[in-house]
Antibody, heavy 125, light 112 residues
Framework: EVQLVESGGGLVRPGGSLRLSCAAS????????MNWVRQAPGKGPEWISY????????IYAESVKGRFTITRDSAKNSLYLQMNSLRVEDTAVYYC??????????????????WGRGTLVTVSS | QSVLTQPPSVSGAPGQRVTISCTGS?????????VHWYRQLPGTAPQLLIY???NRPSGVPDRFSASKSGSSASLAISGLQAEDEADYYC????????????FGGGTKLTVL
């Protein structure tokens, strides 16, 4: 059964850093595009980062660009999110999500078929 | 402020049918990007409910259906059951954001 398990969340001061991990099982990260999606308390999800199956393409949302870094370790079949210069507004549950993409109507469409249970990041002084 | 707009809440009695709207714009749903729907039970991760506008993953009952028209989409739940009480989110992509994924702000469904 496909599973994604996040870890590494916690309480951190503004300006601090955290490294989140996402361990995947029952599929290889090198065969799927992967994403980090966060959800602030009481809000809808927000996509923040993407890494292609090959690892060659990495994309960030403007809200985290220059502060967050997505990486993966194929040997450990794990995805990571290094978060630096954290702000109060980064407080959220962070999920890793497996992407399914397809072409139709001259567009490339994306949805997430598996999500982890999430890890809570709280940025507060 | 979410790119896709959903009503904050809807409610219905057991057995009834409810619909949840998702309003976008000409750069996302109106630009012919497909709409996908997720259900989120309290304290859990979002779970895929509908993909590609109106397709159900295996295991999702046919009480759940969805449609898309113009710059809007809607999710319909018929034969409401107590376990349907959850938050529901629509998701698409947006050409003004380089095709990046966008979500709605979510709709809380209450089963009366």
């Amino acid at each position: 059964e496909v599973q994604l398990v996040e870890s590494g969340g916690g309480l951190v001061r503004p300006g601090g850093s955290l490294r989140l991990s996402c361990a995947a099982s029952d599929f290889a990260l090198t065969t799927y595009h992967m994403n980090w999606v966060r959800q602030a308390p009481g809000k809808g999800p927000e996509w923040i980062s993407y890494i292609s199956s090959s690892g060659a393409t990495i994309i960030y949302a403007e809200s985290v660009k220059g502060r967050f870094t997505i990486t993966r370790d194929s040997a450990k079949n794990s995805l990571y999110l290094q978060m630096n210069s954290l702000r109060v507004e980064d407080t959220a549950v962070y999920y890793c999500a497996r992407e399914v993409g397809y072409d139709a109507n001259a567009n490339y469409h994306v949805y997430y078929d598996y999500w982890g249970r999430g890890t809570l990041v709280t940025v507060s002084s | 402020q979410s790119v896709l707009t959903q009503p904050p809440s809807v409610s219905g009695a057991p057995g009834q049918r409810v619909t949840i709207s998702c309003t976008g714009s000409t750069s996302n749903i109106g630009a012919d990007y497909d709409v996908h729907w997720y259900r989120q039970l309290p304290g859990t991760a979002p779970q895929l409910l509908i993909y590609g506008n109106n397709n159900r993953p295996s295991g999702v009952p046919d009480r759940f259906s969805a449609s898309k028209s113009g710059s809007s989409a809607s999710l319909a739940i018929s034969g409401l059951q107590a376990e349907d009480e959850a938050d529901y989110y629509c998701q698409s992509s947006d050409s003004s954001l380089g095709g990046n994924v966008v979500f709605g702000g979510g709709t809380k469904l209450t089963v009366l």
